[in-house]
């Protein structure tokens, strides 16, 4: 065993209910400041939009991002609105508490770190995000399907987080994740190990029904480095 990959949203942060009408609400406000009727309207076109990318994302494994989101839905690019948008997504992006003493019993293990997330944010948004909660120097490698071709559980999303963290065979590789479908079924289709986090109210349009068995299921974060030294021995 080389390398632990980790995904982002519900993994290394606590699983956190979203309302995606509000946050979206927030950005077309800064588009139409005076028309309170014209941004719901507008909220709720990038919403749909949005469902439509996470749809197909689901179905064929389409990489999207947020500007291709509001391509769709016909909304321009606005900065002030795009940050009240991270704002009102700042609640859920905090790292949970058990990631450094997880990363670092892991690192003292000699393994290789990286984060694989399906998302339309930026690399920027979550490297910052990382930053701000003092564990973006523990990982070896962060790999975002906004810069991909594919999110997961396509296997070249898998792949190409093994290369980033040096690692040529899968089998040297655990991927821990909170959905049964993006992170177990894909890492365990590519010969990875695989952990599920079982904590995350997925969103039903995200739902995908898969026969597979996780490797392992852990309550907590810190269960991971026993989980992984037995597999090494």
């Known amino acids: 065993m080389r390398a632990v990959i980790f995904d982002w949203g519900g993994t290394l942060t606590p699983w956190y209910p979203v309302d995606y009408v509000a946050a979206w609400r927030s950005y077309a406000d800064h588009l ?11 909220a709720q076109a990038i919403v749909a939009a949005e469902e439509r990318h996470w749809t197909v994302a689901r179905d064929h494994h389409k990489a999207f991002t947020l500007a291709q989101v509001l391509d769709a839905a016909g909304a321009p690019h606005h900065d002030d609105g795009m940050a ?6 700042d609640p859920s992006t905090y790292t949970d508490p058990d990631v450094a003493p997880t990363v670092s019993a892991l690192r003292e293990k000699g393994l290789r770190l990286g984060v694989l997330s399906s998302t339309p944010w930026p690399r920027e948004w979550h490297e910052e995000v990382l930053r701000r909660d003092g564990v973006l120097h523990m990982f070896d490698a962060l790999v975002w399907s906004s810069d991909l071709m ?7 999303a ?6 980033a963290v040096g690692v040529d065979d899968p089998a040297d590789c655990v991927y821990v ?7 177990i079924s894909g890492a365990k289709s590519v010969g990875m190990r695989a952990v599920l986090v079982p904590h ?10 898969v026969d597979v068995e996780p490797d392992a ?12 030294e037995r597999w090494r021995n």
């Open 177 to 183: 994740g909170d959905r049964l479908y993006d992170d």
């Open 150 to 156: 594919y999110t997961k559980p396509h296997a070249e």
């Open 32 to 42: 139409h400041p005076e028309d309170a009727a014209q941004a719901a309207r507008v």
């Open 158 to 163: 898998f792949l190409a987080a093994m290369r």
């Open 200 to 209: 995350s109210d997925i969103p039903e349009y995200q739902r995908v029904p």
């Open 217 to 228: 299921v852990i309550q907590r974060l810190t269960d991971l480095p026993d989980v992984v």
């Open 84 to 89: 009240a948008y991270r704002t009102f997504w």
